[in-house]
């Protein structure tokens, strides 16, 4: 993983459009959209199911409003805590796509906040995605159309 290319804001439909981005010697697997490459994705939404193995590993459903994502939970990254169905989360983590099939993007989780108590998380949330369209990944859009 390289924590230097940023954690795209993002809405989990718009994954559909990314593509694997062209390899260079010594960098990790990454996709491109917008003209950025990128390997980790930031989404809120909430969770509509939360399934755990024997492990503690989870298998989380989350909707953000545009789809609906696969989350994949090791127990380190829970942090002892169990996340359960009707919590409003902010998630970031690795973006799987060979296993994101169909407008389902699959995300194996890093980094997941409870966002519950914030009473207006989605619509600041719709606001955060939007600015960071217009500010950050539009320019880079026009700058470097599709091929």
């Known amino acids: 993983m ?7 804001k993002i809405f989990g439909s718009q994954l ?3 593509t694997e981005a062209p390899s260079s010697e010594g960098s990790s697997p990454s996709q491109m959209l917008f003209g950025i490459r990128f390997q980790r994705a930031w989404m809120q939404g909430v969770l509509l199911s939360a399934n755990y ?15 609906v994502a696969e989350l994949f939970v090791l127990p380190k990254e829970a942090e002892g805590r169990r996340w359960l169905a009707g919590m409003y989360v902010m998630v970031i983590g690795a ?6 099939k169909d407008n389902y993007p699959a995300i194996k989780v890093h980094k997941m906040v409870e966002l519950s108590d914030q009473p207006d998380r989605e619509a600041m949330w719709y606001m955060e995605v939007a600015e960071a369209y217009n500010l950050f990944y539009l320019p ?3 700058a470097s159309p599709p091929s």
């Open 140 to 142: 880079f859009s026009v």
């Open 2 to 8: 390289d924590y230097t290319l940023a954690a795209l």
């Open 95 to 100: 973006y799987i796509a060979e296993q994101s």
């Open 53 to 67: 193995n024997e492990s503690d590993e989870g298998r989380l459903v989350l909707d953000d409003g545009s789809c």
């Open 16 to 18: 559909a459009g990314s």
